[in-house]
């Protein structure tokens, strides 16, 4: 239990569907991340908030539009999303985004599109 | 682009053996780290390391970062089932705050 949860932990949806992932994190972080992890890739950073503002966006397709409420909730909505976005998507916070803060992931969300 | 490229990526051992996990890139790093994640859990942070040449120990795991900061080899002592799971090692180029991931190997210590 790494104080990072995230729902659900298994989703499977339609091209043509909405859904969101949840991640909250017990910490009393001010950073929070959201990850792609895919099989045959490594670990791909996709959004970054600090202090609920977004500083990072990796080039993400906006199929993928994060939300961040407060310092504790992340959110990743989801639409009209391709069979290559299936992956694991995990939830990370840390402290700040200083080098040597150390980041607390979730234990995911595995996705399937179909 | 900067890339860390992990060997081996498959790895099946026997307990009791040692072995030793590399992590290799063109490009310096300001700091570097190393991961275990197991099926079902997210990546657990094992150490991070800082300065060339520098070597730290967490238990039977001994991580070294190479001199010229580009490259870093963890070794593990006497495997147990217990080391089974994903290592992923992370680099943070320099002037930036973000880590890029490696390509992973999959250890997996049989009885």
């Known amino acids: 239990e790494t104080g990072v949860t995230q729902t659900p932990r298994h989703l499977v949806m339609g091209m043509t569907n909405k859904k969101s992932l949840k991640c909250e994190q017990h910490?009393?972080?001010?950073?929070m991340y959201w990850y792609k992890q895919s099989a045959k890739k490594p670990l791909e950073l996709m959004f970054v908030y600090s202090l609920e503002e977004r500083v990072e966006n990796n080039s993400v397709p906006s199929r993928f539009s994060p939300e961040c409420p407060n310092s504790s909730h992340l959110f990743l909505h989801l639409h009209t999303l391709q069979p290559e976005d299936s992956a694991l998507y995990l939830c990370?916070?840390?402290?700040?985004?200083?080098?040597?803060?150390?980041?607390?992931f979730g234990p995911g969300t595995r996705l399937t599109v179909l | 682009t900067q890339l860390l490229e992990q060997s081996p990526q498959f790895l099946s051992i026997q307990e009791g053996e040692n072995l030793t996990v590399y992590c290799n890139s063109s490009?310096?790093?300001?700091?570097l780290q190393w991961y275990r994640q197991e099926p079902g859990e997210g990546p657990v942070l094992l150490v991070t390391?800082?300065?060339?040449?520098e070597v730290k120990k967490l238990k039977r795991l001994t991580f070294q970062f190479g001199d010229a900061r580009k490259d870093s080899s963890l070794h593990i002592t006497a495997a147990q089932p217990g080391d089974t799971g994903l290592y992923l090692c992370?680099?943070?180029?320099?002037?930036?705050?973000?880590?890029?991931f490696g390509t992973g190997t999959r250890l997996k210590v049989l009885a």
């Open positions: 910490l009393g972080h001010n950073a």
């Open positions: 490009s310096v790093f300001s700091s």
């Open positions: 390391v800082v300065t060339g040449g």
């Open positions: 992370a680099g943070a180029g320099l002037g930036t705050y973000k880590y890029i």
């Open positions: 990370a916070s840390s402290p700040g985004t200083a080098l040597a803060d150390t980041q607390y």
